[in-house]
């Protein structure tokens, strides 16, 4: 039989850790609503939690498992109606707040029994003490791995080893109190609640170090997708610089072309050259000379497909202003805006509204780089950031990447609308402080 | 170009005082500060569209610049006199209603908003927002500082910050208000503001200053 001493927590203080461990995430995690909506709903929750307990308490003891699961799912709903996840997501974080409910309970009840004859005063102020020292401690260390108000956003194999993790330790932790004749049991009172707050401590653990793998793994897999298409854009503008160098072989060409059509007698036969080389010139007049010869490739090439598609580019740049800029951040820049203007600027349905412009000026110590583009008026935002209408790895890095190179070099982006005009406006100071990174 | 206009008109019931000039050293020789845009043909024979800018530029400097050429080849300069765009001929009419519908509300945005307020020794002041490069706040005052002068009054920072309300001023940190029109630059959490002051931009804030400051500054274009 389990002896007295080790006599299971009170229900309310279950109930107490389990609302306590909800709201450690509630104040990690982005949130659906104002925080006095947040505030009444918590409460609500740490009601509904009490209520859901004190029920289970009076059931026997076949029900115990029951009782659980109805407190889970409990957690379970406060989550996912105070947090802005998806259920996946709320589940993930429902397996970790209830491990570390266990864990906060479990602690506190160890002390408590060990200072079982302490005055009642001398009791609360422990319990006090105990949850609000384990909660705390535990939102800092989430809290690091977590930035505030981030975006959790689990797949279902990371919920299914968080619900494994949880359901174990959660098992194995609680055995002596169901069975005290099996293997994993232990047979000595207070023995028995210290084996269960060493269970639950690495429970959380685990927990833990499984959110962490799982992060650093999702941020090797962005920095390599980035990597990926900074290289594309690279490749791009070397593309353009291979163009430009062909044109001007063809300018040196057409020396030799005249001489040839100056040499010609038949005038039949000189209008056949004349025509032939009007064609193999055609679309090269509009070259950029910006002054900054990595915006010039950039700026032709882009200008080139801009040609192709219809769509009117105007341009008002003096490159020498980014001269200290480095190619490849330039071309990030440059080469991701006016992809995204042209790609917004072309789901506009009728042709002739479709319009790009690209500026580059001085502002006192600042340089102003911005793209504009006429569109549809629809922008999808996520956190009230702009992101993608593309679908599948590699995208949606474009503004991301025009972001870090800015700060590279101590600036910043911003996206503006305005009367039926896209516009992304980068802002650098002009001295250029490039990092060394 | 002309036929652009009369249909531009038409079509957004404007009226606008229209003027030719046959060539860059028309439009110079005695010129007034009178129009309100220009739209400049670069390659004009006596004296070129840049050059009669440059020397507009030294009398005007609102006017707001179009240019029109058939060559990209000057688009740097345009930098240098203000320019606000740069058409490339032949000129679309729906390009160039896009401009031009841009000059106007560059136009509409002009007009000049002024507050009133009463200094501590009980002067009345009237002064151009636009003039107010910062507000400091000094313990149950603060002191506005323009482009003419400074005046203590008895305020807070936060009613200024609400009475500045859409006039792109930026709070840098807890006792300074900022009129991003007189930033003049940055270097990591110092901000300098025309007239060779210096103010800290306390570190929560910045990235939000800059993210204002390329707004307000990509929001103004050429033109300043």
């Given at each position: 039989?389990?002896?007295?001493?080790?006599?299971?927590?009170?229900?309310?203080?279950?109930?107490?850790?389990?609302?306590?461990?909800?709201?450690?995430?509630?104040?990690?995690?982005?949130?659906?609503?104002?925080?006095?909506?947040?505030?009444?709903?918590?409460?609500?929750g740490?009601?509904?939690?009490?209520?859901?307990?004190?029920?289970?308490g009076?059931?026997?003891?076949?029900?115990?498992?029951?009782?659980?699961?109805?407190?889970?799912?409990?957690?379970f709903?406060?989550?996912?109606?105070?947090?802005?996840?998806?259920?996946?997501?709320?589940?993930?974080?429902?397996?970790?707040?209830?491990?570390l409910?266990?864990l906060?309970?479990?602690?506190?009840?160890?002390?408590d029994?060990?200072?079982?004859?302490?005055?009642?005063?001398?009791?609360a102020?422990?319990?006090?003490?105990?949850?609000?020292?384990?909660?705390?401690?535990?939102?800092?260390?989430?809290?690091?791995?977590?930035?505030?108000g981030?975006?959790?956003?689990?797949?279902?194999?990371?919920?299914?080893?968080?619900?494994?993790?949880?359901?174990?330790?959660f098992?194995?932790?609680?055995?002596?109190?169901?069975?005290?004749?099996?293997?994993?049991?232990?047979?000595?009172g207070?023995?028995?609640?210290?084996i269960?707050?060493?269970?639950?401590?690495?429970?959380?653990?685990?927990?833990?170090?499984q959110?962490?793998?799982?992060?650093?793994?999702?941020?090797?897999?962005?920095?390599?997708?980035?990597?990926?298409?900074?290289?594309?854009?690279?490749?791009?503008?070397?593309?353009?610089?291979?163009?430009?160098?062909?044109?001007?072989?063809?300018?040196?060409?057409m020396?030799?072309?005249?001489?040839?059509?100056?040499?010609?007698?038949?005038?039949?036969?000189?209008l056949?050259?004349?025509?032939?080389?009007?064609?193999?010139?055609?679309?090269?007049?509009?070259?950029?000379?910006?002054?900054?010869?990595v915006?010039?490739?950039?700026?032709?090439?882009?200008q080139?497909?801009?040609?192709?598609?219809?769509?009117?580019?105007?341009?008002?740049?003096?490159?020498?202003?980014?001269?200290?800029?480095?190619?490849?951040?330039?071309?990030?820049?440059?080469?991701?805006?006016?992809?995204?203007?042209?790609?917004?600027?072309m789901?506009?349905?009728?042709?002739e509204?479709?319009?790009?412009?690209?500026?580059?000026?001085?502002?006192?110590?600042?340089?102003?780089?911005?793209?504009?583009n006429?569109?549809?008026?629809?922008?999808?935002?996520?956190?009230?950031r702009?992101?993608?209408?593309?679908?599948?790895?590699?995208?949606?890095?474009?503004?991301?990447?025009?972001?870090?190179?800015?700060?590279?070099?101590?600036?910043?982006?911003?996206?503006?609308?305005?009367?039926?005009?896209?516009?992304?406006?980068?802002?650098?100071?002009?001295?250029?402080?490039?990092?060394?990174? | 170009?002309?036929?652009?206009?009369?249909?531009?008109?038409?079509?957004?019931?404007?009226r606008?005082?229209?003027?030719?000039?046959?060539?860059g050293?028309d439009?110079?020789?005695?010129?007034?500060?009178?129009?309100?845009?220009?739209?400049?043909?670069?390659?004009?024979?006596?004296?070129?569209?840049?050059?009669?800018?440059?020397?507009?530029?030294?009398?005007?400097?609102?006017?707001?610049?179009l240019?029109?050429?058939s060559?990209?080849?000057?688009?740097?300069?345009?930098?240098?006199?203000?320019?606000?765009?740069?058409?490339?001929?032949?000129?679309?009419?729906?390009?160039f209603?896009?401009?031009?519908?841009?000059?106007?509300?560059?136009?509409?945005?002009?007009e000049?908003?002024?507050?009133?307020?009463?200094?501590v020794?009980?002067?009345?002041?009237?002064?151009?927002?636009?003039?107010v490069?910062y507000?400091?706040?000094?313990?149950?005052?603060?002191?506005?500082?323009?482009?003419?002068g400074?005046?203590?009054?008895?305020?807070s920072?936060?009613?200024?910050?609400?009475?500045f309300?859409?006039?792109?001023?930026?709070?840098?940190?807890?006792g300074?208000?900022?009129?991003?029109?007189?930033?003049?630059?940055?270097?990591?959490?110092?901000?300098?503001?025309?007239?060779?002051?210096?103010?800290?931009?306390?570190?929560?804030?910045?990235?939000?200053?800059?993210?204002?400051?390329?707004?307000?500054?990509?929001?103004k274009?050429?033109?300043?």
């Open positions: 039989m389990i002896p007295e001493v080790v006599a299971n927590i009170p229900r309310t203080y279950t109930a107490l850790a389990e609302w306590g461990a909800c709201m450690v995430f509630v104040l990690i995690v982005a949130r659906r609503m104002p925080w006095l909506a947040t505030a009444a709903t918590m409460l609500g740490l009601g509904a939690l009490l209520a859901v307990q004190t029920v289970a009076l059931l026997s003891v076949t029900l115990w498992i029951p009782g659980m699961l109805a407190a889970v799912a409990t957690m709903a406060l989550l996912l109606g105070v947090l802005r996840v998806t259920a996946v997501t709320a589940g993930y974080l429902t397996a970790r707040a209830f491990v409910a266990e906060t309970a479990s602690i506190h009840w160890q002390l029994r060990f200072y079982a004859d302490a005055p009642d005063a001398v009791k102020g422990l319990l006090v003490l105990v949850y609000a020292g384990v909660l705390t401690a535990a939102w800092y260390v989430e809290r690091r791995h977590m930035p505030r981030t975006h959790v956003d689990v797949g279902v194999p990371d919920l299914v080893s968080a619900l494994a993790i949880a359901g174990a330790t098992g194995i932790s609680n055995l002596s109190f169901v069975n005290a004749s099996t293997p994993f049991s232990g047979r000595l207070p023995e028995i609640l210290y269960r707050t060493l269970v639950d401590l690495c429970g959380f653990i685990a927990l833990y170090v959110h962490e793998v799982r992060r650093s793994l999702q941020a090797r897999r962005e920095s390599e997708a980035m990597a990926r298409l900074l290289t594309s854009q690279h490749d791009q503008y070397e593309i353009s610089r291979r163009t430009i160098d062909e044109v001007n072989r063809k300018y040196h060409d020396k030799h072309h005249l001489d040839a059509v100056r040499a010609e007698q038949d005038a039949q036969q000189r056949v050259i004349l025509d032939e080389l009007e064609t193999s010139i055609r679309g090269y007049g509009a070259q950029v000379h910006s002054g900054n010869a915006l010039d490739a950039v700026l032709t090439g882009k080139m497909y801009a040609r192709e598609q219809g769509i009117p580019v105007v341009v008002v740049a003096d490159g020498r202003l980014v001269d200290f800029v480095r190619p490849l951040d330039l071309t990030s820049i440059v080469g991701n805006a006016l992809d995204n203007a042209f790609e917004a600027t789901r506009l349905p009728e042709q509204r479709r319009m790009v412009r690209f500026s580059l000026f001085a502002h006192d110590d600042f340089v102003m780089l911005r793209v504009e006429t569109f549809d008026g629809r922008v999808s935002r996520r956190a009230g702009i992101v993608t209408r593309k679908e599948g790895e590699g995208h949606g890095y474009g503004l991301r990447n025009i972001e870090a190179a800015a700060e590279k070099y101590g600036g910043s982006v911003s996206l503006g609308q305005d009367d039926g005009w896209f516009s992304v406006r980068v802002l650098l100071p002009r001295r250029g402080s490039a990092s060394s990174a | 170009m002309i036929s652009h206009l009369d249909q531009f008109q038409r079509e957004h019931g404007e606008f005082h229209v003027g030719a000039f046959r060539d050293r439009i110079i020789e005695d010129y007034r500060p009178d129009w309100d845009i220009l739209l400049l043909d670069i390659q004009m024979e006596r004296v070129d569209g840049m050059t009669a800018a440059r020397r507009i530029r030294e009398h005007d400097a609102e006017v707001l610049i240019f029109v050429t060559s990209p080849q000057f688009a740097i300069s345009g930098y240098e006199v203000d320019a606000l765009s740069y058409l490339l001929k032949p000129v679309s009419y729906p390009v209603e896009q401009e031009l519908q841009r000059c106007l509300i560059r136009l509409r945005r002009r000049r908003r002024h507050i009133l307020f009463s200094t020794d009980g002067d009345r002041h009237r002064v151009d927002v636009a003039d490069l507000v400091e706040s000094a313990k149950h005052q603060v002191v506005i500082h323009t482009l003419t400074d005046h203590s009054v008895v305020s920072l936060k009613a200024m910050e609400a009475e309300a859409g006039d792109d001023f930026f709070r840098c940190n807890s300074y208000l900022v009129n991003l029109r007189h930033v003049t630059g940055i270097e990591g959490n110092d901000c300098s503001i025309r007239g060779g002051v210096h103010v800290q931009v306390s570190r929560p804030r910045k990235k939000v200053f800059l993210a204002a400051l390329a707004a307000y500054i990509g929001a274009g050429i033109t300043t």
